[in-house]
């Protein structure tokens, strides 16, 4: 049976989910204070920079007088830090709520239990550990970033009933290829434009842009369009496609060159030892947390193969096309299944 800290938790992580796409590279978190079995004000971390979720909802309440016998729940443990904004734990002793209910501990080693220790010093009851495995699963891209200093990496491609993820260019005539090419339909394609607005970055391989040439945006979507990611490894590319002209920062990984022009960030790279760690870590430094790789199937297969990955999302699709690039073999867990559009989409992750 559910509790009632578990109900009051739970509409804490709906009221973050808001801040999805928005508040990265912080995590997403929300806040819910309740007085008298109700709730009496409600806050969420809405824009990175700005006031966090325990300010937001202290703000909500009408009668601040009333917070003396209140609870307060947040899904992430209360800040102990000045950053951005004050510390939150400094804010809800000022207050003196009566309890404050935590769903998991930040694994920020500027934070990692000081905001929870410090509230028990002030004589504040803390209860720990309300739905973390929820919790935790919410914010699983700002966990990875803290706990294994890498990116969250998702893989995401759509494959034929018979098995490929893209007809063979070479093999047809321009109009038969682009004909082929979508696998997808309408509503699918809405909702990866969805998903990408609430990833750091989008990224792809140099053959995937010279085939499709995607502008790798979130048109079909309002809200932030992504950082694009493209590995380019001898720049070969045209800085005439797409996706070098979209004015949205482009990371272009590459062996030559170091730099910045414009919108365009060349990362240069060591290709001959661990190259994909070096570049996930150099792209941390630009607070790029969370990646959906696209394409093509060699670095799909590449990040498989070498367990560069987190999670992957594949679209399984009616369609058959007569030859083709075999879609890539993933293993994990089946997370999740939904259908969409007539389409199976399956989430699996890599535990």
């Known amino acids: 049976m559910t509790n009632t800290h578990e109900v009051y938790m739970q509409r804490c992580l709906e009221l973050a989910r808001l801040g999805a796409g928005l508040v990265s590279p912080n995590p997403m978190v929300g806040s819910v204070i309740v007085y008298q079995g109700k709730i009496v004000g409600e806050g969420w971390h809405q824009q990175f920079g700005g006031a966090h979720a325990e300010v937001n909802a202290i703000q909500s309440v009408l009668d ?20 951005k904004t004050p510390p939150c734990a400094n804010l809800i002793i000022q207050h003196q709520f009566k309890r404050v209910i935590v769903g998991m501990s930040d694994p920020n080693p500027l934070v990692a239990g000081k905001g929870i220790a410090r509230l028990k010093e002030a004589g ?12 935790l699963d919410l914010n699983k891209r700002f966990v990875k970033h803290m706990v294994r200093q890498q990116p969250y990496i998702i893989l995401k491609w759509a494959q034929t009933r018979n098995g490929f993820i893209a007809p063979l260019a070479a093999k047809m005539s321009p109009q038969q290829f682009e004909e082929e090419r979508h696998i997808t339909g309408f509503f ?28 790798l945006d979130a ?3 309002t809200g932030r369009a992504p950082k694009r990611i493209v590995l380019d490894k001898t720049l070969k590319l045209s800085l005439d496609l797409k996706v070098f002209k979209v004015p949205q920062t482009t990371f272009i990984i590459n062996e030559i060159k170091e730099g910045e022009e414009g919108n365009l960030i060349y990362i240069k790279l060591n290709f001959s030892g661990d190259w994909i760690a070096q570049m996930f870590a150099k792209l941390l430094a630009y607070q790029v947390q969370s990646i959906v790789v696209e394409g093509g199937s060699v670095w799909l297969n590449t990040l498989i193969a070498q367990n560069y990955w987190d999670e992957a999302i594949v679209f399984y699709s009616p369609k058959h ?7 890539p073999a993933i293993g994990g867990k089946l997370a999740s299944q939904f259908e969409l559009d007539n389409m199976q989409a399956s989430q699996y992750l890599n535990l």
Not at 67 to 75: G, Q
Not at 124 to 135: G, K, Q, W
Not at 197 to 214: F, L, R, S, W, Y
Request: hydrophobic share 40%; with cysteine.
């Open 64 to 83: 601040i007088s009333i917070l003396k016998e209140a609870d307060l729940y947040v899904n992430l443990e209360p800040c102990s830090h000045t950053g």
């Open 321 to 327: 096309i007569s030859d083709g690039v075999p879609a």
């Open 124 to 135: 504040i009851e803390v209860i720990t550990d309300v739905l973390r495995d929820e919790c």
């Open 219 to 221: 048109r079909a979507w």
């Open 188 to 215: 699918v394609q809405r909702l990866v434009h969805k998903w990408r607005t609430q990833e750091d970055a989008i990224m792809v391989a140099t053959h995937t842009v010279m085939t499709d040439n995607p502008a």
